[in-house]
């Protein structure tokens, strides 16, 4: 009997043990005076606001992390670096733009519980593997340059639910450049080049798919390693194909050898290679050299009449702050990640009367999520109920200059394409 | 009798057969496949064999290194390649000012020395340095510290390189007479894919003299013969040994400065994946054995450049040349599966037995 009674009510106690634990899945948390159904970050009186940041701000793609990190800490200058009460600091993360670095920043960045809110990454490869590991950890994400249309899909996933985007989505970009190659240049026979990268690979599909519907033809549809240096078989093949253009939206490395070794390519001399903003920067005028003269970029518009009414004030600030002008097109998608942070943490935060601040993170995220008509310096943000927030004036530019020290988006590269906005 | 060998033919002997016969008939089929597609004129073709052999060339340099050093010490060197970055990066900063000047243009020959000297010297003192503080502590320790070592070594030149002169890339200068488009046999070539060639064939010439026709060759193979024994006639095996690092960064430096011409860029990470592919060159041909070196390089170089073409787009494989890297690092499983000593290499094991 004695035995019997010990296993009942050790499993009783098993039962009871496990209900708990499960229903304790479902429970909110209660921090101070809030609750909240995922995690209440809790500042003390004095104590920094913390937001994380993860970009590519090494390697051939700095320029592209860089200029969105240092987007975002204008927008945190034009704060007064302090945000509900609370001194900002930031946490400046490393992705690397690929995989690995992004899953390292994000592990780094979850680890780190004070973390509010990560403003990044530059690059899709580093987003998609760092948001769900952020968001596993309560932290919510606004991408400032990862456009890959996996990230704000429908069929994105619970694990993505904490991601936005103040960027355009790849989408719009590969529809856009197979309207302007068809209509406006009139070309029928496209080749194509992507690196294997979630976004280079995602837009030139997008890309060849519109293209194909508006009757042209994708004569050649490659694709190489990130790491190549030598690119002429590649070309030899593409060569062979007789295309009226090549659109390789690739980042900087790959990039530059393409521009450099076309013209060895007999038959390719004249055929116009056409890139996106994911090499844009002084990086590829350094990198490409003379070869760069002609080069056309696909991007969205960067000059400061097609950005939202603050966008020239805080180019000035950017220049006062970093000695330089804009290294690249997506310092403004930084200071408005930034902005639509600050602005969702503003309304959710609760500051109680010893100085101690609360923020609910659900909140936070649902605040961000239901951003409408923000008067960005990129423009009007509006978010969708995917995190898709960008604002998009497609456009296409070109190099008119190789010297790096020339790089004034606008006039070095120029726009070509449209005449106006 | 034959019967009783039949007996022996294990499961792993048939498996290891099915493979090479799928291989080749792999590779056979996606050739004839090509062939028939017809896709590439004649001079395509050659110009695709053109890009390999200058590729192989470079890498054939940097295997020199490796081969080396691996048939005096049994050591794999693997910060060879950042050796090899640290010459290409130095000297681009001869070569800019040059070119810029015009003297690069004008006294082509006289630059061109002095470019490869700069890197010459760079590679081989930093190959020395790394010979002195990671290698030779190690020495008679038999464990991974030395390899360990080494890829430490190799961390250290990129972020070293990184720290100094920053993470961007820098565009090497445009030399006229190298883009000058030649005729040869009716077919075009830009003058660069010739020199690097001729180049890299005439270094290992020299190489190949040096090791088998001076004293100092003789006590080379002397010591990746036995050590000891060469150390009990006398040989002062340090002495060999720096020597050897010095000549495997000489080649490095060369190798380093022909890539840069080629591919006209610089920055910090260039060496980790040439030097990879050198590596691979090496066991390809054999380890610790020069002329096989030579030859790994040379038929890596083609086979990465010719393969997607020949094998890859005749299979209808679309946008083949993303697996460039994978027909290279097969054929390198290939070649250490059933021919584990490389192509060119000895049966050390045995004949030293």
Sequence with gaps: ?421 | MNLERLKQVTYVDVTLWLMRAAVILLVIAGTIGSVIKDRYTTEQWVSMVMFGLTIGGIYALIALGYTMVYGILRLINFAHGDIFMTGAFTAYFVAAPLAKSGFLDEYLIVGMVLISLVAMTVCSCIALIVERICYRPFRSVRSLAPLICAIGASFFLQHAFRGMYGSSVRAYPDVRWFDVVVTILGFNFPRIQFVVVIAALASMYALYLIVHKTKMGTAMRAVSEDRDAAALMGIDVNKVIIFTFVLGGSTAGIGGVLYAFVFKQVYFFMGFFPGIKAFSAAVLGGIGNVPGAMLGGFFLGVVESLGPALFLDGLGIVAPYQLRDLIAFTMLVMVLIFRPQGILGERLARQRA
């Design chain 1, 1 to 421: 009997m004695k035995p019997s009674f010990f296993l009942k009510s050790l499993a009783a106690v098993s039962i009871v043990a496990v209900g708990a634990l499960a229903s304790s899945a479902a429970w909110a948390v209660k921090v101070g005076p809030v609750e909240d159904p995922i995690r209440v970050v809790k500042i003390a009186k004095g104590a920094p606001i913390v937001i994380a940041t993860y970009h590519v701000i090494s390697g051939a793609d700095t320029a592209l992390g860089l200029d969105a990190q240092r987007g975002a800490v204008v927008a945190a200058d034009d704060l007064g670096n302090k945000l509900v009460g609370h001194p900002i600091k930031f946490m400046h993360e490393d992705d690397g733009c690929n995989a690995e670095g992004g899953q390292t920043a994000a592990t780094k960045i979850a680890a780190n519980q004070q973390v509010v809110v990560a403003i990044g990454g530059a690059c899709s490869s580093a987003t998609r593997p760092a948001a769900p590991i952020l968001w596993k950890a309560g932290i919510p994400d606004v991408a400032t340059a990862a456009s890959s249309p996996v990230l704000t899909a429908p069929d994105r996933g619970p694990s993505y639910d904490g991601l936005l985007r103040i960027v355009y989505n790849d989408l719009w970009a590969g529809r856009e450049v197979a309207n302007w190659a068809y209509k406006v240049r009139g070309y029928k026979r496209a080749a194509t080049i992507h690196d294997g990268s979630p976004y280079a690979e995602k837009l030139v599909r997008v890309f060849q798919e519109n293209f194909k519907k508006l009757g042209g033809e994708i004569v050649s549809d490659e694709a190489i390693a990130p790491n190549d240096t030598d690119m002429r078989p590649v070309l030899t093949k593409i060569a062979t194909s007789k295309p009226d253009f090549i659109y390789a939206p690739t980042f900087v490395g790959a990039t530059s050898y393409l521009i450099r070794q076309k013209k060895e390519i007999p038959g390719l001399e004249k055929v116009a290679l056409i890139g996106s903003d994911a090499s844009m920067g002084a990086q590829l005028m350094e990198a490409a050299g003379k070869d760069l003269l002609g080069f056309e970029i696909s991007t969205t518009a960067m000059e400061p009449e097609a950005q939202g009414p603050g966008y020239t004030a805080m180019r000035e600030k950017y220049k006062k702050m970093f000695g330089e002008y804009p290294i690249q097109g997506f310092h403004g998608n930084g200071y408005d990640a930034m902005m639509l942070a600050a602005n969702a943490i503003k309304k959710v935060a609760i500051t109680e009367k010893d100085g101690t601040t609360y923020i609910p993170i659900k909140a936070l995220r649902d605040a961000m999520f239901a951003t409408k008509n923000m008067q960005g310096v990129t423009g009007k943000i509006t978010c969708d109920q995917y995190g898709d927030c960008g604002v998009y004036n497609f456009a296409i530019y070109q190099y008119t200059n190789p010297d790096p020290k020339t790089l004034e988006p606008g006039k070095n590269p120029k726009r070509i394409y449209p005449d106006k906005f």
